[in-house]
């Protein structure tokens, strides 16, 4: 019965091929279309990948050099400690006129008349205010070194740094630039000699935020991001880890079960402000935890990334095939045995993939931390996440909003390092996946 | 193995009841975005000169944020210091009073001009109070009747201003900067072209006058930016036609991009707002909680080294910056002000 309906059939499609029109040249042509858009909208992508990526690498990589002057300070104990009595009074070291030994050792370096005060002045600010507390670090490590003459690379000021990488338009007249021209022959003086170059600025990774750019890093921003990253990841995995496998080997399930899975569903597209105004209700008014502290952070954008690492790990977990769960437990392994021994590892590289995706994108938010205090000046490292700190994307909306020229190129370095951060991780969660990952 | 995991659960338990109970050592602060940069160098020269205190915390948010925080309480889990960048309003001193913040010390560090700029490259603006007005203002008077702003470009408000389209960007209504520009610039010219008079001679009482007078228009013209003036500048970059409203302090700091304008025939400059040449300034705050005085480590002595002549006044890096030094007497009014406790 069947062979003699199929046999008329196909023997008719045979004959008729060769002559019936069945659109082949328009779906050709419709998938090479459909191909040319898929094409366009990834060279779109890219278009302004490189656009971003240009703008910003093109702005910033100068903020990795930074101008210095090489100088022969000579620290002289008239100055230091006249009255030598720093052995009885610890703040004599702590406290002492440093900007003048630098600023002696720059006169006599470019020939300046002491008696000119305007071009003692103009001198004095090609050095950096930092030099204070980077001399007072030298000496108060190391006392014995007041009498002796060494030679130190000292920060120019954030102006002169400007100038030097040719981010001031200097075809303006004298009196509308932040540096003249006898600043700019200082500076011409200098490099030639060999004492002033750009230097590669260590100091934008180990500098807290300071309102002049030359001394200005991301040293408590990086330490805070950690913080928060180190908590988001104790707090968030297992919990999630916990939560997922109870809802997908253990729950009933029924309306209870389908509605915690709307509500996790629904978290994780809520707007992330809306953590930190919990945050700052939940942890720093009721239960008293400090402001700007990264545990208050840790703590909120611990609940930001929850939703998203349960809905990896449920994926995860859903992608082990039944087969397995089937055979564990014909050998006798209790349901338990089952989910540790065998679901939970093979379904690991999706866990902690998704938990990597869900830290980057916390390392990236800035919303939630500023309803807890976090967007704010902190120059000091903090010794325990309990401690006040700042984020890394904050760093970079703080300095996109400063005043001096010497910013831009800070802001955007700050970009490329947080960029370089989200790469590195997104780049383990790509290996992990590639490398652990069982296919079926 | 379970009494390891009672004891590591007591341990954790433990170390956040201590936290909780955990005082500050330093002093925190928050507010205003035009007050943020001084208050930035004055605690980072803080912390260099008091080795013995941690460096103060500031925090951004603009003078309505910060002092909302303010208000929230009395307390070490409560700021210290709010920035403002206007004074504090008879509803916020409510507002603190209800949380339990009543003895509140007024701290006036010196004052900020409000400038007006365009491109470096575009012709010089002699503005008036009364150009912005006709240029900026929702309605204005035209003939006797109050009608929907129709001056299309700046040569229509004046014929010596270039003939470029009206395009402002002006403070949005979350900074201080954006009421002292209603009050010394539209207010001053929307009375100056008399139209306040005929707004209340055409049936509104003075308080509607005066709102309907800096209600500024809707159509585009006039742009609120409600970031920083960094993004004031990156318009003016890319509409060299625009004109931006700046604090003194950031167009010093940028003065080979941009062009300022005389208002009522005085530039601004630091020595002709201390003068009161200059119409349009205002003086800066920040207010301190009196009951935190000697229970924050630091916090009177930050508040006296921030109006120490060293930090604010005329040769001091605030100046230096671009704050307008108060006059001798007056800096010398608020350290006694200080010292002898008044509070508002």
Same mark, same amino acid.
């Given at each position: 019965?069947?062979?003699?309906?199929?046999?008329?059939?196909?023997?008719?499609?045979?004959?008729?091929?060769?002559?019936?029109?069945?659109?082949?040249?328009?779906? &050709?042509?419709?998938?090479?279309?459909?191909?040319?858009?898929?094409?366009?909208?990834?060279?779109?992508?890219?278009?302004?990948?490189? $656009?971003?990526?240009?703008?910003?690498?093109? /702005?910033?990589?100068?903020?990795?050099? /930074?101008?210095?002057? /090489?100088?022969?300070?000579?620290?002289?104990?008239?100055?230091?400690?006249?009255?030598?009595?720093?052995?009885?009074?610890?703040?004599?070291?702590?406290?002492?006129?440093?900007?003048?030994?630098?600023?002696?050792?720059?006169?006599?370096?470019?020939?300046?008349?002491?008696?000119?005060?305007?071009?003692?002045?103009?001198?004095? =600010?090609?050095?950096?205010?930092?030099?204070?507390?980077?001399?007072?670090?030298?000496?108060?490590?190391?006392?014995?070194?007041?009498?002796?003459?060494?030679?130190?690379?000292?920060?120019?000021?954030?102006?002169?740094?400007?100038?030097?990488?040719?981010?001031?338009?200097?075809?303006?007249?004298?009196?509308?630039?932040?540096?003249?021209?006898?600043?700019?022959?200082?500076?011409?003086?200098?490099?030639?000699?060999?004492?002033?170059?750009?230097?590669?600025?260590?100091?934008?990774?180990? #500098?807290? +935020?300071?309102?002049?750019?030359?001394?200005?890093?991301? %040293?408590?921003?990086?330490?805070?991001?950690?913080?928060?990253?180190?908590?988001?990841?104790?707090?968030?995995?297992?919990?999630?880890?916990?939560?997922?496998?109870?809802?997908?080997?253990?729950?009933?399930? !029924?309306?209870?079960?389908?509605?915690?899975?709307?509500?996790? !569903?629904?978290?994780?597209?809520?707007?992330?402000?809306?953590?930190?105004?919990?945050?700052?209700?939940?942890?720093?008014?009721?239960?008293?935890?400090?402001?700007?502290?990264?545990?208050?952070?840790?703590?909120?954008?611990?609940?930001?990334?929850?939703?998203?690492?349960?809905?990896?790990?449920?994926? +995860?977990?859903?992608?082990?095939?039944?087969?397995?769960?089937?055979?564990?437990?014909?050998?006798?392994?209790?349901?338990?045995?089952?989910?540790?021994?065998?679901?939970?590892? *093979?379904?690991?590289?999706?866990?902690?993939?998704?938990?990597?995706?869900?830290?980057?994108?916390? $390392?990236?938010?800035?919303?939630?931390?500023?309803?807890? %205090?976090?967007?704010?000046?902190?120059?000091? &490292?903090?010794?325990?996440?309990?401690?006040?700190?700042?984020?890394?994307?904050?760093?970079?909306?703080?300095?996109?909003?400063?005043?001096?020229?010497?910013?831009?190129?800070?802001?955007?370095?700050?970009?490329?390092?947080?960029?370089?951060? *989200?790469?590195?991780?997104?780049?383990?969660?790509?290996?992990?996946?590639?490398?652990?990952?069982?296919?079926? | 193995?379970?009494?390891?995991?009672?004891?590591?659960?007591?341990?954790?338990?433990?170390?956040?009841?201590?936290?909780?109970?955990?005082?500050?050592?330093?002093?925190?602060?928050?507010? =205003?975005?035009?007050? *943020?940069?001084?208050?930035?160098?004055? @605690?980072?020269?803080?912390?260099?000169?008091?080795?013995?205190?941690?460096?103060?915390?500031?925090? =951004?948010?603009?003078? =309505?944020?910060?002092?909302?925080?303010?208000?929230? %309480?009395?307390?070490?889990?409560?700021?210290?210091? +709010?920035?403002?960048?206007?004074?504090?309003?008879?509803?916020?001193?409510?507002?603190?009073?209800?949380? %339990?913040?009543?003895?509140?010390?007024?701290?006036?560090?010196?004052?900020?001009?409000i400038v007006f700029a365009s491109d470096?490259?575009?012709?010089?603006?002699?503005?008036?109070?009364?150009?912005?007005?006709?240029?900026?203002?929702?309605?204005?008077?035209?003939?006797?009747? $109050?009608?929907?702003?129709? !001056?299309?470009?700046? @040569?229509?408000?004046?014929?010596? #201003?270039?003939?470029?389209?009206?395009a402002a960007y002006i403070p949005?209504?979350?900074?201080?900067?954006?009421?002292?520009?209603?009050?010394?610039?539209?207010?001053?010219?929307?009375?100056?072209?008399?139209?306040? /008079?005929?707004?209340?001679?055409?049936?509104?009482?003075?308080?509607?006058?005066?709102?309907?007078?800096?209600?500024?228009?809707?159509?585009?013209?006039?742009v609120?930016i409600?970031?920083?003036y960094t993004e004031t500048l990156a318009r003016i970059d890319?509409n060299?036609?625009g004109m931006g409203v700046f604090g003194?302090?950031f167009y010093?700091?940028n003065?080979?991009k941009l062009k300022v304008a005389?208002?009522?025939?005085?530039?601004?400059?630091?020595?002709?707002?201390?003068?009161?040449?200059?119409?349009?300034?205002?003086?800066?705050?920040?207010?301190?909680?009196? @009951?935190?005085?000697?229970?924050?480590?630091?916090?009177?002595? &930050?508040?006296?080294?921030?109006?120490?002549?060293?930090?604010?006044?005329?040769?001091?890096? $605030?100046?230096? &910056?671009?704050?307008?030094?108060?006059?001798?007497?007056?800096?010398?009014?608020?350290?006694?002000?200080?010292?002898?406790?008044?509070?508002?």
């Open positions: 019965m069947t062979d003699a309906s199929l046999t008329p059939a196909t023997t008719a499609t045979g004959t008729r091929s060769h002559t019936r029109d069945i659109g082949l040249k328009a779906r &050709y042509a419709a998938e090479r279309r459909f191909r040319a858009y898929g094409l366009a909208a990834v060279a779109l992508g890219l278009f302004f990948l490189f $656009l971003l990526l240009g703008s910003v690498i093109a /702005q910033g990589y100068t903020a990795f050099w /930074q101008t210095s002057i /090489q100088l022969d300070i000579e620290f002289d104990e008239e100055v230091i400690d006249p009255d030598g009595n720093r052995d009885s009074d610890r703040m004599v070291l702590l406290t002492a006129n440093y900007p003048l030994l630098a600023q002696r050792a720059l006169h006599e370096k470019l020939g300046v008349d002491p008696d000119d005060r305007a071009a003692r002045r103009d001198a004095n =600010s090609l050095l950096s205010q930092g030099v204070r507390t980077q001399l007072r670090d030298i000496v108060v490590s190391d006392p014995s070194i007041i009498g002796t003459t060494r030679t130190v690379w000292v920060l120019a000021h954030g102006d002169i740094d400007s100038a030097a990488k040719g981010q001031f338009d200097l075809t303006v007249e004298e009196s509308r630039r932040r540096v003249n021209d006898r600043q700019l022959g200082y500076m011409q003086t200098l490099e030639e000699a060999g004492v002033m170059e750009g230097r590669f600025n260590t100091g934008l990774f180990t #500098f807290g +935020a300071s309102s002049r750019p030359e001394t200005a890093g991301m %040293g408590v921003a990086i330490i805070g991001s950690f913080y928060m990253m180190a908590i988001v990841l104790v707090l968030a995995l297992p919990i999630g880890v916990a939560a997922s496998i109870y809802l997908e080997e253990f729950a009933p399930k !029924n309306r209870l079960t389908d509605i915690i899975e709307v509500n996790i !569903n629904n978290l994780a597209a809520v707007p992330s402000i809306v953590y930190g105004l919990l945050g700052l209700a939940v942890f720093i008014n009721f239960a008293g935890l400090p402001r700007s502290a990264a545990v208050v952070g840790g703590l909120v954008l611990t609940l930001m990334t929850l939703p998203t690492i349960i809905i990896a790990t449920r994926a +995860a977990l859903k992608a082990v095939p039944p087969s397995i769960r089937a055979a564990a437990l014909g050998v006798g392994a209790s349901k338990m045995q089952m989910v540790f021994h065998h679901v939970l590892p *093979l379904a690991a590289p999706g866990i902690l993939t998704g938990t990597i995706i869900g830290l980057a994108t916390a $390392l990236g938010e800035t919303a939630p931390l500023l309803l807890i %205090g976090m967007v704010a000046f902190v120059a000091d &490292y903090p010794a325990t996440p309990f401690d006040p700190s700042t984020a890394l994307p904050v760093q970079i909306y703080m300095w996109s909003g400063q005043a001096e020229r010497a910013f831009v190129e800070r802001t955007s370095g700050a970009i490329i390092i947080l960029l370089l951060f *989200l790469a590195v991780m997104n780049i383990t969660a790509i290996i992990l996946r590639r490398r652990f990952e069982r296919r079926w | 193995m379970k009494s390891l995991k009672v004891a590591l659960a007591a341990a954790l338990c433990a170390t956040a009841l201590t936290t909780a109970a955990h005082a500050r050592d330093q002093v925190s602060v928050a507010g =205003s975005s035009t007050v *943020l940069p001084y208050a930035t160098i004055v @605690a980072e020269n803080f912390g260099e000169t008091f080795p013995d205190f941690p460096t103060p915390i500031v925090e =951004s948010g603009g003078s =309505s944020g910060g002092l909302k925080e303010f208000c929230r %309480g009395v307390g070490t889990e409560f700021i210290d210091i +709010a920035n403002a960048s206007r004074a504090i309003r008879d509803s916020e001193v409510a507002s603190c009073a209800e949380a %339990g913040v009543t003895e509140i010390q007024e701290i006036r560090i010196g004052y900020d001009g470096i490259n575009g012709p010089d603006f002699a503005l008036e109070p009364i150009h912005m007005y006709q240029a900026l203002a929702a309605q204005i008077v035209v003939d006797g009747e $109050l009608v929907d702003n129709p !001056n299309e470009t700046w @040569a229509d408000v004046n014929p010596d #201003f270039p003939d470029w389209e009206i949005g209504e979350k900074h201080g900067t954006r009421e002292v520009f209603e009050e010394k610039v539209l207010l001053v010219g929307c009375e100056a072209a008399g139209d306040l /008079q005929a707004r209340m001679d055409a049936g509104m009482d003075e308080d509607t006058a005066e709102e309907n007078c800096y209600a500024v228009r809707k159509d585009g013209k006039s609120d409600d970031g920083d890319a060299k036609e003194l302090a010093e700091n003065t080979d005389t208002m009522s025939g005085v530039t601004p400059t630091t020595e002709s707002i201390a003068a009161g040449e200059y119409p349009v300034s205002r003086p800066l705050f920040f207010y301190v909680k009196k @009951a935190h005085l000697g229970v924050i480590p630091g916090l009177k002595e &930050y508040v006296e080294f921030f109006i120490s002549d060293a930090m604010t006044g005329p040769d001091s890096p $605030l100046a230096e &910056y671009g704050l307008v030094a108060a006059p001798d007497e007056e800096r010398e009014a608020t350290r006694a002000s200080f010292a002898a406790g008044e509070t508002l």
